[in-house]
């Protein structure tokens, strides 16, 4: 099977990264075909980010041919819903991903991220995915995202830290990490907390894996019916929706 | 004072319609700049039509000079969200508009939107903007927004039977009309059926001068921080934020 | 058009200063009436005062004549439900005006209000607007609501104190200040804390407007229908719903 | 123990049915003190009405001198929180007690009361009480509450059709009657349909007593506080809280 | 009346001391009968030894003959959906019976359990009964539940320090006591921190002798529905329900 | 990998054609071990049946040794608490696996179960597990869960129906199957009806596989700890806690 996994961003080593973490996850017969969008902001800290992210998401998706499944690797799950409408095939973000498998493992978990202006947009996610009640807090590390792929920066001890104020201010019983960035400290930082640390990247693998082998695809009843045919103008001329 | 008001689809006959409905409920001071984006959608119909349609957003925005506030004019309130990080002045979508107006005059309210694909998309902005309880219920009329523009069309009709069907089955005490191409029917279906029906755009513009007339900016404490500065390459490489 | 303004305690000073923060936001064709109530406490601090409140508010509004809409200048919304089935044009509370006026600015809120005993209040007004999940906290400054009315009080220190502690811990992206008599410290207070401080008092003046601009008046439908003609006795005959 | 059972309207013989629901379901040694104020509306039907009942409330419990607990008779809870901050005893609404009582032998209950007007400010009163989920749906026989007064009267069968739809259509496990005046009709309801049938009145009788042998009073911290001494003016003087 | 009170556990000194409190707080004519399980845990501290003290209830019920209500005397509220679904009459459980008692005397209360691993247990069945609103929230005094039965423990000054929290911390107006065996402290907290101390039993008892003396039981509607006949195998033959 | 797919009923045919579900979508290196307790009710029909299917549950995992993770194949997730406190592998109830992958490819979707007294106990976990806003309705098919086992049955047909009225009534996108013993029937209806149809046993096989590879263990803070040391009596002792 052939899995897309699309880093939202344009930044090349957070999309390597996100692939070996996807690779290091998959199953031997899954292929893990790792993109980023040619056009759009290098990193996604925030709505306005975001925005510029998804039509290069969609780009992706559509450059790609045939695939079994989309994984959208940023924890803001950036254009989740416009993927799914477009796409035949299932297609699962990496925020909703870890809130999933994070809820079978811990009663509560709470999330670490990196800014505090992500917060908001992970606590709304939360509201959307009705898992608002598993979460015990979102918390922001104060760590830039690029600053993740800077070999010994601070970044991973000021996640350390937030992760021991969950366990006791907050009752975390598990800890999401909120940024694809964050994929290859989860093992170490669960060994050291003695608690489950999950990952988005790696848990949307398992999920997509699981969705396409039990032949499970997106319904096309309500929100993510395909797009009604119709004209895109000028810059997005291209992506219109046709019958 | 200067409200700038951005239909984010592209056909410019709504965005007439809607630039005159926004003067008729405009104080006598206030300009209306009624605008639509060069590239995106010719109408927003779900998600995948909406993720197209938010560049084209800012790009006016952007364009538009010194202004006061800005309108989204879509009732899903499409980018309402990168809209407020990038703004100083304040940015009102006419779907919250309509919602917030409808709670000072109804318990309980009914929206009727247009075709059943957009009722997840309005349901969860009521989640995120808290008001779910003060819905009875989204309905769709089985209308497709462009329909709104031909004359005679059958649309109305539809619209005024599911009204009469909020009233009797959701008890609904006032009716929120889910398009923007819907602003020309509020007074007539208020007086046809007796009950309050709003209509987003005239909210928003009012809801828009009280906000200038209060001088109430969007907070840039939490999500709608300022924009980091960071290079956004490719086709969106102008939209760089930058210090 | 004329703008009935009810303060529902009895203390003149603060009627009057709440009609001049009411004229100072009103258009300049709009004509405050700032009345008080003969009858009933002078401070309204918990169930109880409000409960003596409210039959003055209803009086108010009887001796006023034609007004275009009516203002309830209590951070409690004070007898809000009652003055909206009585009343044919809009009634606007300033608690309630002051939630969906800072829902429009900042993803999430804290109120300052006075003493403590007023907590539960709010919050269940809030609950009941629907608007819970955009409070992040409702705090007390500990200051009795005519401790505002002296000059030099250590009030003003206090609700500044609080609204530091509410950015800090309650990750408040704006301020709402809890009662009519801070309406003259908002702005100050926005200037010296960097978001936006909302008062009720100007925030339901420019609502009212904008519903008497926007043609629409409170539902007769539900809960708010026209009280049934009845008897009343003793002390309240005079106000008697009649056909 | 002497328990003061207010009817919060003026009509004597729903007072004297109250009264005798209430002795009914008393212990031995209680001594039920039924009374209604002076002063007020002939029956409480949505917000208005309730707005001039609360002062006689209150004025009822003053007057009756060493009590152990008062019983607000009417379905809205009319006064409880003004009435709770007054007294020493405990205070208990016959709505809330109904609900309380209902959620001990059913997982959900629907309520019927007497007209649509009632029902938002009995679905709001659920809210407050956090009960919601356990309440399938409020439901009006369209009955002025007068009407139950009168023999023979088509509201019997009114109320019975209701039940009937409530099994049918809400799933409902059990049936709170919504009314005061509802009182006598419980017991022969309950064997008509199988199910438990909850009458406020003597729900509150029960626990009213219960509250009294616990010991237990209404907390003095938070909302219920003492009324701070402060001067009431007019009509209303002699309500004035003192030291 | 017969009263049936079950403490789930095996300890035979907690059981009499629940049997005491039960009968101190009883009607004269009501007879207490306390008993525990032959068979299952000593104590019950999370949701493994809850699952084999269940049987034992239901043998324990099924051993009473005929009683008037059965009261579940352990905070969890071990097998209350089964032993509601087996019984005639009315069954309560302790947690419930205290969290519905504390809701009539104060807004908001917190609970204040033994272990912090009865947290996740009692905030879930707070979302069941649907009073998670009226819970400030649940503390863990980290006490064992065995220790309250050793005199001169450390114990009880650890459940009034968290009790002095709760109301600095938590704004809670009531306390819950989370735990059987901290029937015997409620009434001397209550003195020494000035706000209602509500204990489960003494609150179960008030309840069920008032369930039975308003001739309500258990709806056998819906999820309460007397157990379909099946056979039972093995050691649980006996428990087979039949017609 | 080796899984244990526990039947909580004692009906070998069904645990029969669990196991064969579970292999059918299980890799190829994953051994499924199916079985039920000795002990115990031939099929779980309401609350009072799941109660003694819960140790046999226990008591299966306790003799099955050395295994990766445990599914627990009742819908209503029989045991799922106590079973994650005892064991230091996953546990995943057939429940709580079909409402997240239902998630994944659907907005909303409704449940179709087997008797209306399950309808309580699913709207209950559904509500614990937070996923009460994705599920638009559990609805029951009027089937004893044994008729599942009756070739030729008119079960099918009902089930069937159910779904239609899921689709059109509660505008389901998905339809999850809220029995063990539907697992045969996804994927035909699936076509029949034209969306997804999700069977919890495939579904907790994937996410018992992806938490295996993922390396993730329940939860030992909080409500999952290991059952503290304790004796238990008789019948229940050779369950007791050690260290």
Redesign the interface.
């Known amino acids: 099977m052939r899995l897309l996994v699309v880093n939202p961003n344009?930044t090349a080593s957070m999309t390597r990264k996100i692939g070996e973490a996807a690779r290091s996850?998959a199953?031997a017969r899954t292929e893990i075909v790792a993109v980023n969008?040619?056009?759009?902001?290098?990193?996604i800290?925030?709505?306005?980010?975001?925005?510029?992210a998804?039509?290069?998401v969609?780009a992706e998706m559509r450059k790609a041919g045939e695939i079994d499944a989309t994984i959208i690797a940023c924890f803001d799950d950036t254009?989740l819903?416009?993927a799914?409408?477009?796409s035949p095939a299932?297609v699962?973000g990496i925020g909703?991903a870890a809130f999933?498998?994070a809820?079978?493992?811990?009663?509560?978990f709470s999330v670490v991220t990196t800014l505090?202006?992500s917060?908001?947009?992970i606590e709304?996610n939360l509201?959307?995915?009705?898992?608002?009640?598993?979460c015990a807090r979102v918390r922001a590390a104060n760590v830039?995202v690029l600053d993740l792929e800077i070999p010994n920066s601070p970044a991973r001890g000021r996640i350390s830290t937030e992760i021991d104020q969950a366990?006791r201010e907050d009752?975390?019983?598990?800890i999401v990490l909120g940024c694809a960035g964050m994929a290859d400290l989860a093992?170490e930082l669960?060994r050291e907390h003695?608690?489950?640390v999950?990952d988005g990247v790696?848990?949307a693998v398992?999920?997509a894996?699981?969705?396409i082998?039990?032949?499970?695809?997106?319904?096309?009843?309500?929100?993510?019916?395909t797009?009604?045919p119709?004209?895109?103008?000028?810059?997005?001329?291209t992506?219109?929706?046709t019958d």
Chains 1, 2, 3, 4, 5, 6 share one sequence.
């Open positions: 344009t996850a199953n969008p040619e056009s759009g902001p290098s990193s800290e925030g709505y306005y980010d975001e925005a510029f998804i039509p290069g969609i254009g819903d416009a799914r409408s477009l299932p699962i909703e999933h498998i809820s079978l493992v811990a009663g509560k505090s202006r917060v908001p947009v709304q509201v959307r995915y009705g898992l608002t009640n598993r830039p366990i009752r975390a019983e598990a093992a669960s003695g608690l489950p999950v790696v848990a398992k999920l894996e699981s969705l082998a039990l032949g499970l695809k997106t319904s096309k009843h309500g929100g993510y019916a797009p009604r119709k004209s895109f103008s000028g810059a997005f001329a992506f219109s929706p």
